[in-house]
């Protein structure tokens, strides 16, 4: 574990510790504010996010800022992440052993980061970080806290997309995270 940003930073430019690096354009690391209360962990870079180096730019990262801007929370204080720091091959669901490569990357951005909530943008994020066992379907909406720090499993914005059904339910996630967090820091 790397005590400070530029030490973590530069331990990942070079990553070869698996085949996702094979057809990388930019290691898509994390964006945002390095001390945010509110952490936001997302499945994977896609073809837009691997170009520009920057999770959640592309059309799933609009939709999100869409949320963003009605519910009036500033993108930039907030701290964005991936599981997995490279693009998968046409945007498939990370490997197992993909994800497990780059967990302690992630791992050591939120002992920097030290974020009060973290919400898990889809299923990717949910297993990989609080189990397995968890579904996005039965999760979803639903504050897990562990460790003090208080988790939001909702819906990737890419599933919005895909099915604009489940935009109500996003919002209203995010609405809870904002109100969870007002609770907290006051």
Same mark, same amino acid.
């Not at 951005?109 to 990717?124: E, M, N, R, W």
């Given at each position: 574990?790397?005590?400070?940003?530029?030490?973590?930073?530069?331990?990942?430019?070079?990553? $070869?510790?698996?085949?996702?690096?094979? *057809?990388? !354009?930019?290691?898509?690391?994390?964006?945002?504010? %390095?001390?945010?209360?509110?952490?936001?962990?997302?499945?994977?870079?896609?073809? @837009?996010? @691997? %170009?520009?180096?920057?999770?959640?730019?592309?059309?799933?990262?609009?939709?999100?800022?869409?949320?963003?801007?009605?519910?009036?929370?500033?993108?930039?204080?907030?701290?964005?992440?991936?599981?997995?720091?490279?693009?998968?091959?046409?945007?498939?669901?990370?490997?197992?052993?993909?994800?497990?490569?780059? /967990?302690?990357?992630? +791992? *050591?951005?939120?002992? /920097?980061?030290?974020? %009060?909530?973290?919400?898990? /943008?889809?299923? !990717?994020?949910? %297993?990989?970080?609080?189990? $397995?066992?968890?579904?996005?379907?039965?999760? +979803?909406?639903?504050?897990?806290? +562990?460790?003090?720090?208080? &988790?939001?499993? !909702?819906?990737?914005?890419?599933?919005?997309?895909? @099915?604009?059904? $489940?935009?109500?339910?996003?919002?209203?996630?995010? $609405?809870?995270?904002?109100?969870? &967090?007002?609770?907290?820091?006051?």
């Amino acid at each position: 574990m790397y005590n400070n940003w530029e030490e973590l930073e530069n331990s990942i430019v070079n990553c $070869k510790k698996c085949k996702l690096c094979q *057809n990388r !354009t930019n290691i898509v690391f994390g964006v945002g504010n %390095k001390n945010a209360d509110i952490m936001l962990i997302g499945e994977g870079p896609g073809a @837009d996010e @691997d %170009k520009q180096g920057i999770p959640f730019v592309g059309k799933a990262g609009q939709l999100m800022d869409k949320a963003f801007k009605g519910l009036d929370i500033d993108r930039q204080s907030l701290y964005i992440a991936n599981i997995v720091k490279c693009r998968p091959p046409s945007n498939r669901v990370p490997e197992n052993d993909e994800a497990e490569a780059c /967990l302690d990357y992630l +791992r *050591n951005q939120v002992i /920097l980061v030290k974020p %009060k909530i973290i919400v898990l /943008l889809g299923s !990717t994020a949910l %297993k990989n970080i609080l189990g $397995k066992e968890y579904g996005i379907t039965s999760a +979803r909406g639903n504050w897990i806290e +562990r460790k003090g720090i208080y &988790y939001m499993p !909702t819906w990737h914005p890419a599933a919005l997309l895909r @099915d604009e059904t $489940k935009k109500i339910e996003f919002w209203k996630d995010l $609405k809870s995270v904002m109100e969870k &967090y007002n609770e907290i820091k006051n």
